[in-house]
Antibody, heavy 122, light 108 residues
Framework: QVQLVQSGAEVKKPEASVKVSCKASRFTFTGYYIHWVRQAPGQGPEWMGWINPDSGDTDYAQKFQGRVTMTRDTSINTAYMELSSLNSDDTAVYFC???????????????WGQGTMVTVSS | EIVLTQSPGTLSLSPGERATLSCRASQSVSNNHLAWYQQKPGQAPRLLIYGASSRATGIPDRFSGSGSGTDFTLTISRLEPEDFAVYFCQQYGSSPRTFGQGTKVEIK
């Protein structure tokens, strides 16, 4: 079935960077926006930004500007989210999610990855 | 940025009862681009409703969404045991996409 599969849990020290991967299967990877959302323990989800896998264009939430980089490798249908200068507030589960068709109107997120726990601790 | 406020924070109900969840936006949601998600512990959110009132693929008809502008409602007509979970609303009509803080539906 259509799915997004993410990389495994990470433990990082403050000031380090983390890179999470999200592999798409059974749909046209370059045909849909991929969004990244994080969720701190006990909190609501927080949108971080999107990447257009076809063009590589990105749009980041202002909160993460300068600290987040979203990329993709179309040869292996995989999107990446890298977050730098980590601090304890970045401890959260990070999700990738499928958004709208590229070139289509905005849409809700209908397919989600299983989540990647990132723990920031000294 | 559109702030979404969900109420109540927790809803304590019994199986078979009706659940009514509210989501209020700080400004009008463009084209009623409002979604509802269900989340169970340790799982990713699951899309239930999009466009304020359209059910996603495979979602039972006991789930319904309504509302427009700034006030939206998710109704679960008769709670099944598997419906006890946390529910989030999300607006996707403007950037940044934003989520509510969630309503937990727990067994009374």
């Amino acid at each position: 079935q259509v799915q997004l599969v993410q990389s495994g849990a990470e433990v990082k020290k403050p000031e380090a960077s983390v890179k999470v991967s999200c592999k798409a299967s059974r749909f046209t990877f370059t045909g849909y926006y991929i969004h990244w959302v994080r969720q701190a323990p006990g909190q609501g989800p927080e949108w971080m930004g999107w990447i257009n896998p076809d063009s590589g264009d990105t749009d980041y939430a202002q909160k993460f500007q300068g600290r987040v980089t979203m990329t993709r490798d179309t040869s292996i249908n995989t999107a990446y989210m890298e977050l730098s200068s980590l601090n304890s507030d970045d401890t959260a589960v990070y999700f990738c999610a499928r958004g709208s068709l590229v070139g289509g109107s905005t849409s809700a997120f209908d397919v989600w990855g299983q989540g990647t726990m990132v723990t920031v601790s000294s | 940025e559109i702030v979404l406020t969900q109420s109540p924070g927790t809803l304590s109900l019994s199986p078979g009862e009706r659940a009514t969840l509210s989501c209020r936006a700080s400004q009008s949601v463009s084209n009623n681009h409002l979604a509802w998600y269900q989340q169970k512990p340790g799982q990713a959110p699951r899309l239930l409703i999009y466009g304020a009132s359209s059910r996603a693929t495979g979602i039972p008809d006991r789930f319904s969404g309504s509302g427009s502008g700034t006030d939206f409602t998710l109704t679960i007509s008769r709670l099944e045991p598997e419906d006890f979970a946390v529910y989030f609303c999300q607006q996707y009509g403007s950037s940044p996409r934003t989520f509510g803080q969630g309503t937990k539906v727990e067994i009374k």
